[in-house]
């Protein structure tokens, strides 16, 4: 096999690659250097790996005339040889899903296939390049362009869903016109590392579950939802590499150190050695922290602190006994979403999936967040329309609101799963106490369908609020007064209270969890909780982290929730300081001026304890 054959396709267009011969075999005189990147470490773990190069956003489709009239037959003849590739690919690729997944999936390919039949299509395509004398590839993305501008100004919904197969289809046809195969990660044998300018959530974990061993890529933070993935797959990755993706050829030797932050580019068979060592001794001390699961969660002075999981995948809930979780502090439904995509989980799926979580957290909560698409999440797919600033558009509780038909599916599968245990809702993007009421409304609307149906269901759960955009923090004494917990989603109110985009790689430095801005909001939070009697919880990634939780701990929270293999960690941080000494810590905190100051604080804190700690031991 080829280098070019073994690129990969995930819905993404060709891999890149520089130009030159790939580098010698280990041992040869002309070995490459060993090249040291520095990125930033948001999976942990550290893996040693063979590189597969992908380019993931959209490449440029230029137009070239046609100047001579031999050239145009030519071009036809091209397009033509590239329908063919395309569709002997497309039906490879069919069987290959129908053996793995059923037929059900294996249908979306035979769509595809009718699709570069079609002439509406296709003959839109040779007529562009006859009479305007262009390129195929520029005759093939106008016509897509054109026929997608086609579908969205139609009322039937089947055929505005059909915009995703025309595009699809369009992107194969370009890769085929450029000479490019596609094949599945699965035909490379040993552990394989990507590297790429970006990965979609959906991408992850489609690479994740077939067994690849770490990523690197150019863009991402620690708050996207790419990298919530990999660290559910416990994959590591290392994100912000700016022009990893034209630095390797595929299968060069890589390393990805996620806690450090590293992609180490050739390294040497010393540096080798030296990270398989250090994967030993990761491994040794994880075990050590799985003895802390029948400790308390508690400080040196008795004050409780309930540690929770993070979900987005079933491969997660087996952990969330192993690691020693207090139940479910937040399950993000709308990985239940991406992983069915392009189609919608029916009824019986969302039944199926929340009771396994609820039953799994028993005795304990298990908190489902309703879904937050829209933003960047399947918008398309949910709500066939096109927005400029998805962020700022119609997504969370808006989404849910404005599609109830949608909603109304998975409501009802959250209210018969409760039957099996605690089950705790949370509505994600709320601003205000109207959302609120308008979905206790829909709630009621969709019980009383249920019982007109003599489905058995849940009616007494506990509902809560995500205070994560400013508003919610700033009137978080009115929504106390209407729900019975609230869950401060941190990613998400960072990124809004300090207008810095948590997915881009250019102001990745703004993005401030110690802000005073954000404590004080935090603060606010847990002061309007305590006056109403309600429960309160962080689940961002500041719950999770060891500089970040001893502070929350401080501020007055009780309930932490993070990804489950976390737990160990933070519990056995926390068990080594008093309440009463992070109390005024956190007060100190609230005093200062910036987030670098408050940042030095906390790290002086932590480096006294562990020395302490060093002394003791």
Same mark, same amino acid.
């Given at each position: 096999m080829t280098t070019e054959e073994r690129s990969v396709e995930s819905g993404a267009s060709a891999p890149r690659r520089p130009p030159e011969a790939r580098p010698p075999e280990a041992g040869d005189a002309g070995r490459a250097r060993m090249q040291v990147l520095q990125?930033?470490?948001?999976?942990?773990?550290?893996?040693?790996?063979?590189?597969?190069?992908?380019?993931?956003?959209?490449?440029?489709?230029?137009?070239?005339?046609?100047?001579?009239?031999?050239?145009?037959?030519?071009?036809?003849?091209?397009?033509?040889?590239?329908?063919?590739?395309? @569709? *002997?690919? +497309?039906?490879?690729?069919?069987?290959?899903?129908? %053996?793995?997944? =059923?037929?059900?999936?294996? #249908?979306?390919?035979?769509?595809?296939?009718?699709?570069?039949?079609?002439?509406?299509?296709?003959?839109?395509?040779?007529?562009?390049?006859?009479?305007?004398?262009?390129?195929?590839?520029?005759?093939?993305?106008?016509?897509?362009?054109?026929?997608?501008?086609?579908?969205?100004?139609?009322?039937?919904?089947?055929?505005?869903?059909?915009?995703?197969?025309?595009?699809?289809?369009?992107?194969?046809?370009?890769?085929?016109?450029?000479?490019?195969?596609?094949?599945?990660?699965?035909?490379?044998?040993?552990?394989?590392?990507?590297? @790429? *300018?970006? +990965?979609?959530?959906?991408?992850?974990?489609?690479? %994740?579950?077939? =067994?690849?061993?770490?990523? #690197?890529?150019?863009?991402?933070?620690?708050?996207?939802?790419?990298?919530?993935?990999?660290?559910?797959?416990?994959?590591?990755?290392?994100?912000?590499?700016?022009?990893v993706t034209g630095m390797l050829t595929d299968d060069d030797p890589v390393i990805v150190e996620g806690d450090r932050g590293l992609v180490i580019l050739h390294p040497t068979p010393e540096t080798i050695a030296e990270v398989v060592a250090r994967r030993r001794v990761l491994a040794e001390r994880e075990e050590e922290m799985l003895a802390t699961c029948e400790l308390r969660s508690c400080t040196r002075d008795g004050v409780e602190v309930t540690l929770m999981a993070n979900l987005d995948l079933p491969e997660e809930i087996d952990e969330v006994v192993r690691f020693g979780a207090a139940g479910v502090g937040l399950y993000r439904s709308e990985f239940l979403y991406i992983e069915k995509s392009p189609d919608l989980p029916n009824e019986e799926e969302h039944l199926a999936m929340y009771r396994r979580i609820v039953e799994a957290a028993a005795p304990f909560p298990a908190v489902i967040r309703t879904y937050d698409l829209g933003g960047r999440k399947l918008a398309q797919e949910v709500m066939h329309t096109h927005e400029d600033n998805p962020v700022l558009g119609l997504r969370g509780i808006r989404l849910t609101l404005a599609r109830p038909e949608v909603f109304r599916t998975q409501l009802r599968g959250l209210l018969r799963a409760g039957l099996y245990g605690d089950l705790w809702v949370l509505l994600p993007m709320v601003t205000s106490v109207e959302e609120v009421d308008r979905f206790r409304a829909f709630a009621d609307g969709v019980m009383t369908e249920l019982e007109a149906e003599g489905v058995p269901f849940q009616r007494d759960f506990k509902l809560g609020v995500m205070i994560e955009v400013p508003s919610a923090a700033l009137t978080a004494d009115h929504l106390a007064r209407e729900v019975d917990f609230f869950a401060v989603g941190t990613n998400d109110l960072i990124q809004y209270s300090l207008a810095v985009d948590r997915n881009n790689e250019h102001v990745a430095d703004l993005y401030q969890p110690l802000h005073p801005a954000i404590l004080r909001?935090?603060?606010?939070?847990?002061?309007?909780?305590?006056?109403?009697?309600?429960?309160?919880?962080?689940?961002?990634?500041?719950?999770?982290?060891?500089?970040?939780?001893?502070?929350?701990?401080?501020?007055?929270?009780?309930?932490?929730?993070?990804?489950?293999?976390?737990?160990?960690?933070?519990?056995?941080?926390?068990?080594?300081?008093?309440?009463?000494?992070?109390?005024?810590?956190?007060?100190?905190?609230?005093?200062?001026?910036?987030?670098?100051?408050?940042?030095?604080?906390?790290?002086?804190?932590?480096?006294?304890?562990?020395?302490?700690?060093?002394?003791?031991?």
């Open positions: 990125g930033r470490g948001v999976s942990g773990g550290v893996v040693v790996g063979r590189a597969i190069s992908m380019q993931t956003r959209n490449s440029e489709v230029y137009r070239f005339p046609l100047t001579h009239p031999d050239d145009v037959e030519a071009e036809l003849a091209r397009f033509e040889e590239a329908k063919r590739r395309a @569709a *002997d690919e +497309l039906a490879g690729l069919r069987t290959h899903v129908d %053996g793995d997944f =059923g037929e059900e999936l294996a #249908a979306i390919f035979d769509a595809h296939l009718l699709m570069l039949q079609d002439g509406t299509f296709t003959d839109r395509v040779v007529e562009r390049i006859r009479n305007e004398r262009v390129n195929a590839e520029w005759a093939v993305e106008r016509t897509v362009a054109e026929l997608e501008e086609r579908f969205l100004s139609l009322d039937n919904e089947y055929v505005r869903e059909r915009n995703e197969d025309i595009r699809d289809v369009g992107r194969q046809l370009v890769r085929s016109l450029r000479g490019l195969s596609v094949h599945e990660l699965s035909e490379i044998a040993g552990d394989v590392v990507v590297v @790429a *300018d970006d +990965l979609t959530p959906s991408e992850a974990v489609r690479l %994740g579950r077939q =067994g690849v061993a770490g990523f #690197a890529l150019e863009s991402g933070g620690r708050t996207s939802h790419t990298t919530i993935i990999a660290r559910s797959l416990n994959v590591p990755l290392v994100a912000g590499v700016e022009g909001m935090l603060r606010m939070v847990v002061e309007a909780a305590e006056a109403a009697g309600i429960e309160v919880e962080v689940c961002g990634e500041m719950a999770g982290d060891p500089r970040f939780a001893p502070l929350l701990v401080g501020m007055g929270l009780r309930r932490l929730s993070m990804g489950p293999r976390l737990v160990p960690a933070i519990k056995t941080l926390i068990r080594g300081f008093d309440a009463a000494e992070l109390e005024a810590l956190a007060e100190h905190c609230a005093g200062l001026r910036s987030a670098s100051e408050v940042e030095s604080c906390l790290e002086e804190t932590l480096a006294v304890r562990s020395s302490l700690r060093a002394e003791a031991g």
